[in-house]
């Protein structure tokens, strides 16, 4: 399953509910570029929402300045991991993973993002 997003904003839906009934909308940062990808959220004191990373299977925090979340996602949009990093770490590679989600610490739990959810990405414009 291809995906092709250009890098700009959108909206990260999470489904919350039994059998897809409830749902969280969080503003989304894609950044699929490589330039985007390599800059992350890199100098930024906060993030609004989420940044998707594509395509990535791991990441650093390295001159970050906040600890963040970061959820792996394979092909499906279904999350395989979910980590808290502090700054000036390194990820481990995810075999399975093909996206990157990123957000500030603590932020993913709150939104229903857990190992097994099912994600959508949705491109505003």
Do not use: C
Not at 5 to 32: F, Q, S
Not at 66 to 74: E, G
């Amino acid at each position: 399953m291809g995906r092709q997003w250009a890098d700009g904003p959108g909206k990260l839906i999470v489904r919350t509910g039994g059998g897809g009934t409830g749902a969280v909308a969080v503003p989304l940062e894609i950044a699929t570029s490589y330039r985007a990808r390599t800059k992350g959220l890199l100098g930024r004191d906060s993030v609004d929402g989420a940044m998707l990373l594509s395509p990535a299977n791991s990441v650093h925090t390295f001159r970050m300045r906040m600890p963040i979340d970061v959820a792996y996602l394979d092909r499906d949009l279904t999350v395989v991991a979910v980590v808290t990093m502090k700054p000036w770490r390194l990820g481990l590679p995810r075999p399975r993973s093909r996206h990157v989600l990123e957000s500030e610490a603590g932020a993913m739990a709150g939104w229903g993002v857990r190992v097994g959810a099912r994600v959508e990405v949705g491109v505003d414009g």
